[in-house]
């Protein structure tokens, strides 16, 4: 029996090397397409794509700093709708 395994290697590297990997075994009667579906929600649920979005270009502590007060401001807006309703 032969074993697959896909596996993706993020841009995140720490001192010892990668830190994160997503891997997917062939299971018996899997199709390929099976296998491809599995292997993405893998990927998707360890955040790997999303960290190396996230680290793809410097932002300053200050950009996050006001982003996340954006965001805030609109929770509390949704919350205050919310609760108005």
Known sequence: MTYWFLVLRSAE???KGVSK???VVLRSNESPE???????????????L????RKRWHVPKSELRRIAIKKAIRRQKRISKQNEA
């Open 13 to 15: 590297f720490t001192k």
């Open 50 to 53: 999303a960290d190396v979005r």
């Open 21 to 23: 990997l997503a891997k």
């Open 34 to 48: 099976q296998l491809l579906r599995r292997f993405n929600k893998e990927v998707t649920k360890s955040r790997i």
